[in-house]
């Protein structure tokens, strides 16, 4: 046939070259739609074969090639290859697939790892069987079975772009002798294998002997014919064996077994011993467990003749069998042979040594891996070199390498068993293989190390050489693994690399590995001993006890009753446990019962299953005997359908990947996946005396029960002869099974159950009368799996598979009724996420593509924003993005009477997203990407369908308003293309592209959103407009609109600029942020932008009302909007309102009490009053919490009694919004480190399994910890609020969700701004008594709190003035009584002391009350709830607290007025040196000629104690006349007067901690009004100094010396 392409190809493809070459179009935005076929069908034996011509590194995957029976004529061709169905074979990465589904895992090379240049074939052979050919090597059959008639197919796909047709014919004759070769030596392994299952059939049963005849003494004696020496052995184990007479032996009729050991020769024919097949099966599989643990155990060999045999084709000659024969106690010592004649089997002539492990293979005892002697050089090597260990493993961490002491053999098993770990080390064992020759190596510290032919499995990834490969290869983490813990490797006859984990193959590690490799281990870090294992090969050993059954057993593998050796009518068939059993357990009391001997040793190796099935409807249920505290999780139940005989039992039975379901905790796992995620009674809580049980129904549906009590139906269609499964896990040490059980009969399944809707019950489009009987249906997407009785679905092979996982309900949606699933699982490895919407396909009629957007008609689906409709976008930026959602997030889908579609998020409607549907439309949700599991909440169903006009219009485009009002207006001053219309509420650009800067008219109060819509746009420019806040306030700009202001927002910096741009945040040009939010340069006519400063000082910008997040931190206070229509956007119109005057009734309310404060001018910036609460909810702590916890008072008082964790509480009561709650820490720990956590729980906690620590939850959790805000455990906001872990005893905190759904800490009373946003109802207020904090305690309205009436009264009459500073009285509103609760030192303000007392400054100076002493650093200060500018004095003025700085309170001179100096004097800061600190104190007022660097004339000062002091700096730019007459300097901001030029910093060594640090000093002053001038600063500065204060404005200067009154001396320590 032509080596040519078909011109029929996929979209993106373009041919050339006489349609040989084939390229992907758009290969950088398109990774699919790229297939190609071959022109002509393909002739037997040729091999199409194309090069490798163009790769990109965008995308994952590449080139797929393979066959189908399509003709590409008249051929819908899908995006991929994988999508082709209909007779199509697909050879995809490493796996083989047959119309779309995977029907081999590890084949051949992987094609991902192909080059440009290399060639990849595919071949039909003459014998129907498919072959790929990679660079003229040929990889082995693929498949069999293929039809004639087949095309080519090459799909273009991922890196793939380009590929080019270079031959179609059959391979060479070299080719042709290695594919003969290939197949021979195939067929050679099958042969071989097939004479060592023979071996094992008929030299083997000598070691049963001895178990068969113990059985043989209650059995009769009868003449049955055997098989004659002289038969040929049939190549396939017949279903019933036929003696030479001719006659079968039915499956009824007793089997006989001979001594085999006895048959000398064809003429022993002794009297057989008669057994039933049902006793015969059980005898075999218990000699030869018994046998396998004699093994484990150093027992003897399994003795056996070798058998010859003919080959039966004559073409490869003759053969025998090397496996010796000997008895069972292994004493023989003559080795075994064989010899092959032709029609005749040669008898035994001696005893052999070969061990049953070691017949696979024909490998010789003396051949046995074990380790070599030339290792590391801190390892030590015992057991006959098959156990190594690490030396002073608590001393070093490394040199622990040892190798095999041969290559391995292919298919050959390596396994090692972990024997030690120790507790110090990070990292643990390492394994792998490398070429290196262990005689020649210089062994490495590490073998990641070695950068040359080395594969090491470590941690859950694949190095190659020291450098990552791949990262995650594996769910299992070796650094994770306990002792006991068994590791394997293989070296497969393709080269493939295999890790096994307890058994467990964990897939492909490197596909293509040297042909001579050894097996390496590093006992690295935690990892000290281990043992190689060299009964490993369970495989094997399944393969030939399955073959002894078959040739013995014609219905072994089937559902039979468990018979016993002496079967007794009237002897109940009693449930035991298997003697087969985990490392670390024991059965004892004949069975009965299973304990962990050593359970405060081990957690976990503690598995055991029934000795038989279960029957339908009968009850296995155990009574727990015994418990340990130490261990956290309890015993686990369930069921498997592995037979404990020949299972490798693994560390937990959740680890098994088939065949299992498993309660475990108050979940459901089926092979090692959750389920249901909230089932039943928790079992982690269950005590000693309580019991568990299981139970499979006639219809497979499985319960569990708790003491009795039945919990509901936990999984469905679970297959009959199921055997019962306990883990003796953590905590539980013992169970014992209850005979004689009583249960109350289950329950009849409702609605709920799977008798509605199983995954197997057919679709009913019409429905049923309960509104509960929505399921999934039974059709669904190839990588979709059904459980749950039809209501859980989830994507199989989640981290290799992102698509082809589209689910559909069984049935309509109803007018009005909703559609909801939760979302289970995600998985980090993709992009995008869940897609869902509605479709009018009938199931039966969908032809499941990869998504559900690739469909072109009746489909309504919503991607990320997007809505889209038969696969094109209708409509962006939907209310809500389905790509942001996380596990616990709520997704419903409604149709309403009208035909519009609604999407519901967590609860909430997002509005209209399209409007006329059909009636009948069906809900699809596609698992794409990270999304991996959903199930169907019981929310589902009809709804209230009351749905407005004005209500869907205000949802489907929300205007973000923040209340009624007068509209926004522009201010008149603006850049000198802008035109304003509309009395100010329409901008638009005349000209150019720049020039285009508008203004709010006012200062945006906080929350206060300033929003445009674009009306026009210029395509001729790129960019597009800008938008911020900036300082600059527009009255003080030039009248003239032609000068002051930039062409361009981004260089506005005569005063702080907060703005926008694209997707960049500048400050004042500055870039601060990448990737925020949406582009502004992506928005067009119809957007809306807008922009905000929030109360914890950040702005916010809002693209068509979507909220994108805090933008910038630190935004000032004053500020107005500013917008920038620069590049494309020509014209805008504002659409917001201004906030009304009495909008302070919307705001959250704030417990801190006004009286406080030394008047209105003393008030902080904060406007609005406050509130009136609604009646508060009474709360209390729920029972269910953390196991160290401890509730007392009515469950309003929390102790952790032990440990410094599992301390979790939470209240009872959901928070209704607008209440606070608070409670007050009672007692710290020094002993810890960390200390509290809080926050809400957004699902009811009454089945909460709580973990160890908060952080650990998540699902729909917002968690306070630190100074950062956590939901679900990642890190949504940094320095918020104070630092929990400095809150002292008697600190008050408490939480509020306001009106817009927002969190609020409060700290005793302070608010301290919003930490999260849309907190979903209800909610519950969450507690992790963590670390230091033991205890707290409820505060209720009876005990008397922060803002308290009793408070309230002292704040307004019973305080000194000298009480009172900074606007607030500090020892009422900044900290707990100090009757009640000393402050807990800081330790910044402790260090700042130390630096203090190292200057000897009289204590005369300073005030006697520690009480006065303030710290201003971060903690502190948010602790307090200070803001950061407070008025003070008459006329009053602003003024900054100092922080970072820490202050000392100086003693008040008696002569002074303290009245006036405190209520009516400024407040100011001045900057000195440490020299000059002891003249000021003397004088108690800041002197002119103070040696100051504030004073003019300079006066060189020699440090005291010590120090190291730069000379002072003066202002020498004064004028002559000025130098005259000396004056001092001040500033109402430390920023200012704080700057290295005023307050020198001097080195000094802490005496505690012996470190170095660099301290400056100033004093906070007060400052008599009208005896100072305001000016600017001298310093020559740019920038802003302080954003509260203009350059202009912040230099004070006095020359009256009675004008100051120092206050308190600030240390600030570096």
């Known amino acids: 046939m032509a080596a040519e392409l078909h011109p029929c190809s996929g979209k993106l493809i373009g041919l050339s070259n006489s349609n040989r070459t084939a390229q992907r179009n758009q290969p950088v935005q398109e990774f699919n739609h790229g297939l190609v076929l071959s022109r002509e069908p393909l002739k037997d034996r040729d091999v199409f074969t194309v090069r490798i011509d163009k790769k990109v590194n965008s995308w994952s995957g590449s080139i797929e090639i393979g066959v189908t029976s399509l003709d590409p004529a008249g051929l819908d061709f899908p995006s991929s290859a994988t999508g082709l169905k209909g007779g199509s074979w697909i050879v995809s990465g490493c796996s083989v697939l047959r119309d779309g589904r995977s029907v081999l895992e590890e084949y051949g090379r992987d094609l991902d790892q192909l080059s440009e240049g290399d060639r990849v074939g595919i071949q039909r052979s003459t014998h129907g069987e498919l072959h790929l050919w990679v660079n003229g090597q040929d990889c082995g059959a693929a498949a069999s079975g293929l039809p004639t008639g087949l095309w080519a197919v090459v799909d273009l796909y991922g890196k793939c772009t380009q590929v080019t047709v270079v031959s179609c014919e059959p391979p060479s004759l070299a080719e042709r002798d290695t594919e003969r070769e290939t197949v021979e030596e195939r067929e050679q392994e099958d042969e071989e294998e097939e004479v060592v299952v023979c071996g094992v059939r008929e030299g083997e049963f000598g070691g049963l002997t001895s178990a068969v005849n113990l059985a043989a003494t209650n059995g009769t004696l009868e003449e049955v014919p055997v098989l004659p020496p002289t038969h040929n052995r049939p190549d396939k184990f017949p279903n019933n064996l036929e003696p030479e007479t001719g006659k079968k032996i039915k499956t009824s009729t007793p089997v006989s077994v001979a001594p085999l050991t006895e048959c000398k020769s064809p003429s022993f024919s002794p009297s057989p011993i008669v057994l039933t097949e049902h006793q015969l099966f059980d005898v075999l599989n218990n000699a030869i467990v018994s046998l396998y643990r004699s093994e484990d155990n150093g027992g003897g060999d399994l003795g056996g003749g070798g058998i010859g045999r003919d080959s039966g084709t004559g073409s490869r000659g003759d053969r025998g069998s090397s496996s010796g024969g000997g008895s069972v106690n292994g004493n023989s010592s003559d080795s075994g042979g064989g010899t092959g004649n032709t029609g005749s089997v040669n008898s035994p002539a001696g005893g052999g040594g070969a061990r049953l492990g070691a017949v696979t293979g024909g490998m010789l005892t003396n051949d046995a891996l074990l380790f070599h002697e030339k290792c590391g050089t801190l390892i030590k090597l015992s057991n006959n ?519 519901y998020i967590n609860g909430v409607d997002q509005g209209v997203a399209c409007t006329g549907l059909p009636p009948e439309v069906y809900a699809v949700i596609d698992l794409y990407g990270q999304c991996v599991q959903v199930s169907i909440t019981s929310s589902s169903g009809p709804q209230d369908n009351s749905l407005c006009t004005s209500n869907i219009t205000e949802r489907s485009f929300p205007i973000h308003s923040p209340v009624a009002g007068v509209a926004h207006r522009l201010h008149s001053k603006h850049g000198k293309n802008v035109v304003l219309l509309g009395e100010g509420c329409q901008a638009v650009r005349v000209g150019g592209y720049a020039h285009g800067i508008v203004f709010s008219a006012k200062e945006l109060k906080t929350d206060e959103l300033f929003e445009v819509k674009i009306d026009e746009v210029d395509d001729q420019w790129s960019g597009s407009l800008h938008m911020g806040l900036t300082t600059l306030a527009p009255p003080e700009l030039p009248s003239c609109p032609m000068s002051g202001l930039s062409p361009s927002l981004t260089q506005l910096r005569s005063k702080v600029t907060w703005l926008l741009a694209g997707s960049e945040v500048r400050r004042n040009g500055l870039l601060q942020r990448q990737n925020y939010g949406a582009s502004l340069d992506r928005l067009t006519v119809g957007n809306r932008v807008g922009v905000k400063r929030c109360s914890d000082d950040t702005m916010h910008v809002l693209i068509d009302g979507e909220d994108m997040g805090p933008a910038a931190t630190a935004v000032a206070k004053n500020v107005y909007a500013v917008l920038d229509l620069y590049g494309r956007v020509t014209a805008v119109s504002i659409v917001s309102s201004s906030v009304l005057e009495d909008a302070g009734s919307v705001k959250a309310p704030s417990l801190s009490s006004d009286s406080c404060s030394e008047g209105e001018e003393d008030r902080t910036p904060v406007e609005g009053d406050e509130p009136a609460l609604v009646p508060n909810t009474v709360m209390a702590f729920l029972e269910n919490h953390g196991k160290n916890i401890q509730l007392s008072h009515e469950n309003l008082t929390a102790a952790r009694v032990s440990s410094y964790n599992q301390g979790l509480l939470v209240t009872a009561q959901p928070l209704p919004r607008q209440q606070l709650f608070q409670f007050q820490i009672d007692r710290l720990n020094a002993s810890w480190t960390s200390s509290l956590s809080l926050g809400v729980i957004g699902h009811s906690p009454d089945r909460l399994n709580f973990p160890s620590t908060a952080c650990c939850l998540k699902r729909s959790v917002w968690l306070l910890q630190r100074d950062s805000v956590f939901h679900n455990s990642l890190k949504i906001c940094e320095n918020y609020g104070p630092n929990l872990d400095t809150c002292p005893e008697g600190t008050v905190l408490g939480l509020l969700v306001d009106g817009n759904s927002c969190l609020h800490l409060y700290v005793n009373g302070m608010d301290q701004g919003v930490a999260a946003q849309d907190i979903p109802t209800p909610c519950y207020p969450l507690i992790d008594l963590y670390g230091q904090c033991e205890q707290v305690t409820i505060v209720t309205n009876n005990v008397a709190t922060v803002g308290g009436e009793g408070i309230k009264a002292r704040c307004q009459g019973d305080m000194e003035k000298a009480d009172m500073v900074d606007g607030i009285k500090e020892s009422v509103c900044w900290m707990p009584h100090p009757e009640v609760n000393p402050n807990k030192t800081c330790e910044y303000q402790a260090l700042c002391s130390r630096f203090k007392d190292l200057l000897t400054l009289p204590d005369g100076y300073f005030n006697e009350d520690a009480k006065y002493n303030l710290c201003y650093c971060e903690s502190c200060h948010k602790l307090r709830g200070d803001e950061s500018y407070y008025k003070r004095g008459e006329p009053p003025r602003d003024y900054a607290l100092p922080f970072g700085w820490c202050r000392f309170a100086l003693r008040i001179k008696p002569h002074c007025d303290v009245s006036n100096s405190f209520k009516q004097w400024h407040i100011a800061y001045h900057g000195t040196s440490v020299g000059a600190l002891r003249r000021t104190l003397d004088h108690a007022q800041l002197l002119s000629g103070t040696s100051s660097i504030f004073s003019v004339s300079p006066v060189k000062t020699e440090g005291s104690n010590g120090y190291s002091e730069p000379e002072e700096n003066s202002s020498n730019s004064l004028p002559d006349r000025d130098r005259e007459v000396p004056r001092v300097q001040l500033s109402p901001t430390m920023r200012y007067s704080g700057l290295e030029m005023f307050a020198p910093k001097v080195q000094f060594r802490d005496p505690r901690s012996h470190c170095c640090h660099q301290a400056q000093v100033g004093f906070q002053v007060c400052v008599r009004p009208g005896s100072y001038k305001v000016g600017p600063q001298t310093l020559g500065a740019i920038e802003p100094l302080d954003p509260r204060f203009s350059n202009t404005e912040i230099e004070w200067i006095t020359k009256d010396q009675g004008g100051t009154l120092l206050y308190g001396l600030l240390i600030r320590v570096e």
């Not at 292919?410 to 090692?416: A, G, P, Y």
């Not at 490197?510 to 294992?533: E, F, N, R, S």
């Not at 139906?713 to 002869?721: D, K, L, R």
């Open 385 to 903: 070199n098959k156990t190594a260990e690490r030396r002073r493993p608590l001393d070093e961490f490394n040199n622990g390498v040892v190798m095999t002491n041969r290559p391995l053999r292919h298919n050959e098993m390596f396994e090692i068993r972990i024997d030690k770990l120790v507790d110090k080390w990070s990292g643990s064992i390492e394994i792998g293989v490398t070429t290196h020759n262990p005689n020649n190596l210089d062994y490495p510290a590490t073998m990641t190390n070695l950068r040359s032919g080395t594969i090491m499995m470590s941690g859950c990834g694949i190095l190659t050489n020291g450098k990552g490969t791949r990262r995650e290869y594996c769910e299992f983490s070796l650094d994770e693994l306990q002792e006991g813990d068994h590791i394997g490797l293989m070296h497969k006859a393709s080269g493939a690399l295999h890790f096994y984990i307890n058994g467990i193959d964990q897939g492909v590690a490197a596909a293509q590995t040297p042909a001579v490799v050894y097996a390496v281990v590093d006992l690295y870090g935690m990892a000290v001993k281990v043992t190689i294992v060299h009964n490993h090969n369970h495989s094997d050993r399944l393969r030939r006890n399955n073959a002894i059954m078959r040739a013995l057993s014609p219905d072994v593998g089937r559902p039979r009753p468990a018979h016993s050796l002496t079967p007794d009518p009237d002897t109940p068939d009693r449930l035991l446990f298997h003697s087969n059993c985990g490392q670390k357990a024991a059965i004892i009391s004949e069975g009965r019962t299973a304990l962990r001997p050593h359970a405060t040793d081990d957690f976990n190796h503690g598995v055991v299953l029934s000795g038989r099935p279960l029957h339908s409807n009968e009850v296995f249920q155990v009574r727990i005997d015994k418990m340990v505290d130490k261990w956290a999780g309890s015993i686990e139940i369930g069921v498997t359908t592995h037979n404990p005989a020949y299972l490798q039992l693994p560390s937990t039975m959740t680890n098994l990947r088939s065949g299992t379901w498993m309660m475990t905790g108050n979940g459901v796992m089926h092979n090692g996946t959750t389920i249901l995620d909230e089932y039943g009674h928790n079992l982690d809580r269950l005590k000693a005396g309580d019991t568990v049980g299981v139970v499979r129904k006639e219809d497979g549906s499985l319960h569990f029960f708790v003491n009795g009590v039945a919990q509901g139906p936990a999984a469905w269609n679970v297959p009959p002869s199921v055997y019962a499964v306990v883990d003796l896990y953590g905590q539980a040490a013992q169970a014992t099974i209850m005979d004689d059980v009583d249960l109350p009969p289950l329950p009849e399944d409702s609605s709920e159950g799977p008798t509605v809707m199983s995954p197997s019950s057919p679709c009913s489009v019409a429905g049923g009368n309960s509104a509960n009987d929505l399921r999934f249906h039974q059709l669904h997407g190839t990588n979709a799996v059904i459980t749950n009785g039809g209501r859980t679905a989830l994507r199989q092979n989640c981290r290799s598979e992102f698509n082809d996982a589209i689910v559909i309900s069984n049935r309509c949606l109803r007018d009005g009724e909703l559609f909801e699933i939760v979302i289970q699982k995600m998985v980090d490895r993709w992009s995008g996420s869940i897609e869902a919407g509605v479709t009018a396909i009938r199931p039966e009629e969908l032809e499941f593509p990869n998504t559900m957007t690739d469909i072109d008609y009746d489909t309504w689906m919503l991607s990320g924003t997007a809505i889209m409709q038969d696969g094109n976008t209708m409509r962006n930026n939907y209310g809500c993005d389905l790509d942001t959602l996380t596990t616990g997030s709520r997704i419903g889908m409604m149709r309403s009477a009208t035909g519009d579609l609604h999407y």
